[in-house]
């Protein structure tokens, strides 16, 4: 037998240290899954998001090339954020709504790992004082037809607070021209609107 001179006791104090480190290390694994599952789960989805974000975004891209700081009211799922901020990444897209769909908002938002996006902060239109000071311009989409007339107001009093002079209001949904609709299905839609909120609709 040849003695390489190796402990017993040392080889199973590193073997025991090495156990540890490995356990660690596979804790550290699976609660990195644990997490992105659970971001995954918390992350609503939207189809009609998946669809218009690309038309959308040929649109206003057009007007936000020498923005900076943009504010988007109803953020909803958090999918438009995401998009929007990865397809112009020299805005700061700040994102609003109300606290019961931050949770979503913040999972997309974690899962894209973009610098220049902004956790949700709670907005109600209605509110006086908004949660920002000067913005370049405002986003929203899919917002004015499920809000009373009222509030719908109240989102351009905040606009023209908080917008910067020269900036823009960008709103997309669907409306009426000259008081009427421009399609059967938009017909439809406000016909259900109405019978869920009368106060609600096409506008």
């Not at 839609?189 to 869920?196: N, Q, R, S, W, Y």
Request: glycine share 6%; aromatic share 12%.
């Amino acid at each position: 037998m040849f003695d390489y001179g190796i402990n017993s006791s040392a080889l199973k104090v590193f073997l025991i240290r090495l156990s540890s480190a490995l356990s660690l290390v596979a804790l550290a694994i699976w609660w990195n899954y644990l997490f992105d599952e659970l971001l995954h789960s918390m992350r609503r989805f939207s189809e009609a998001c998946e669809r218009n974000r690309g038309p959308i975004l040929d649109v206003i891209k057009q007007y936000l090339t020498h923005s900076n700081e943009v504010l988007e009211v109803g953020s909803g799922t958090g999918q438009h954020a995401v998009w929007f901020a990865g397809a112009m990444p020299h805005l700061t897209w700040h994102t609003s709504d109300l606290p019961e769909n931050h949770g979503s908002i913040i999972a997309w938002l974690e899962a894209s790992e973009l610098p220049n996006i902004r956790k949700p902060r709670t907005l109600n239109v209605g509110q006086r004082v908004w949660p920002v000071n000067q913005v370049d311009a405002i986003f929203t989409a899919n917002t004015c037809h499920i809000m009373s007339w009222d509030r719908v107001k109240d989102l351009f009093d905040g606009a023209s607070r908080v917008i910067k002079p020269g900036g823009y209001l960008l709103i997309y949904g669907p409306f009426n021209v000259n008081g009427h609709y421009t399609s059967e299905s938009n017909q439809a839609f406000d016909a259900f609107l109405k019978e869920k909120d009368p106060e609600s609709g096409i506008r």
